[in-house]
């Protein structure tokens, strides 16, 4: 990216997918545009043929050559890393942890994708106690592990932040936010590496953002 590169980001006005974009850039002190689209307009903009593979976040890119759009939040969030330096640049065995992370967050949203868009109640309902009481806590386990494989240090990977603790942040929190009806804000509290993973997490991101807001 060159410096009058203008950066945007398109996505709804809560975090979601783009919850870890926006923190990575802003630690990073990488100016870009942050563009809220108002759910209602979002199917509009769709039919339009605004977002790429229908969905958000949107990410553009504009230079003196011309725009660059892409889609797809992990990769957003890749390049978003890149100029922030909370990914890797040479280590691969470092992204390949990165990247695993990255997909495991990608594995959990989408496991939660059909009660999101399910409209009668409980239908949604039972769909939730399935999440609750089977499914996340699977993942979890699978988080779980991962942690401690790291050595729990605090991290995803290595020993320093990186996108993928960003990433899983965000994912967590969506689900322990109350939210979501159905699944309760204690789901992930029997496990003990995330929830000192969280701990954190929760204070380096605050410290980071706060610094890069004082620099
Ligand atoms: N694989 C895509 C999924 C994108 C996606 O499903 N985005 C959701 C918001 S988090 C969306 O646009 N939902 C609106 C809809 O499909 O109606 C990514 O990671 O960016």
């Known amino acids: ?43 509009k903009k769709r039919a339009a043929g605004e977002f790429p593979f229908g969905g958000l976040p949107v990410f553009d890119i504009e230079t003196s050559a011309g725009t ?21 640049e040479d280590d691969y065995v470092q992204a390949l942890k990165i990247d695993e992370a990255l997909d495991l967050g990608e594995d959990i949203n989408e496991l939660l994708g059909p009660s999101l868009h399910e409209q009668d109640m409980d239908r949604k309902l039972a769909m939730r106690k399935v999440l609750a009481e089977e499914t996340l806590p699977y993942w979890a386990n699978c988080f779980e ?4 494989t790291n050595g729990n240090t605090g991290y995803i990977a290595g020993k320093h932040l990186s996108i993928a603790d960003l990433k899983l942040y965000w994912v967590i929190d969506f689900l322990t936010n109350e939210s979501l009806d159905g699944i309760p804000k204690t789901l992930l ?10 701990k954190n997490i929760t204070s380096v991101r605050e410290a980071r953002l706060a610094a890069a807001e004082n620099k």
């Open 1 to 43: 990216m060159g410096n009058s590169a203008r950066l945007r980001l398109y996505y709804f006005p809560f975090p979601g997918r783009a919850g870890p974009i926006r923190d990575a850039l802003r630690i990073g002190q990488i100016p870009f545009e942050d563009i809220h689209i108002p759910p209602e307009q979002f199917q």
């Open 68 to 88: 660059v759009r892409s889609a797809q939040s992990n990769a957003i969030l890749r390049y978003a890393g890149r100029l922030s330096r909370l990914y890797t």
């Open 189 to 198: 509290d029997n496990f003990e590496a995330v929830m000192t993973w969280r």
């Open 145 to 148: 592990r991962l942690l401690m």
